[in-house]
C-alpha cells in the first residue's frame, strides 16, 4: 500500500503547528521528507509517528 504524501500545510494541521515550525523541522531534518521538483511533501504516516513519539525513527 502507498502511503499519502501530503503538503507542508497539510502535515502542519495534523500536527497542530505553525507552517513555518513544520519547514524549520525539515530543514533541521527532523523528519523525513520527500521533495517532488521544488514541492516538499511528507509521508502521512511519518507525521502521525512523529505526533505520537515527538520525532521519527529513521
Same mark, same amino acid.
Given at each position: 500500500?502507498? $502511503?499519502?504524501?501530503? $503538503? #507542508?500545510?497539510?502535515? $502542519?494541521?495534523?500536527?497542530?503547528?505553525?507552517? *513555518? *515550525?513544520?519547514?524549520?523541522?525539515? /530543514?533541521? %531534518?527532523?523528519?523525513?521528507? /520527500?521533495?517532488?521538483?521544488?514541492? #516538499?511533501?511528507?509521508?502521512?504516516?511519518? #507525521?502521525?509517528?512523529?505526533?505520537?513519539?515527538?520525532?521519527?525513527? %529513521?
Amino acid at each position: 500500500m502507498e $502511503s499519502e504524501l501530503l $503538503s #507542508i500545510r497539510e502535515a $502542519s494541521g495534523l500536527l497542530g503547528v505553525a507552517e *513555518t *515550525t513544520l519547514r524549520d523541522w525539515v /530543514y533541521q %531534518k527532523r523528519l523525513p521528507f /520527500y521533495r517532488l521538483g521544488r514541492a #516538499i511533501r511528507l509521508k502521512r504516516e511519518d #507525521i502521525l509517528k512523529f505526533r505520537e513519539k515527538g520525532r521519527v525513527e %529513521k
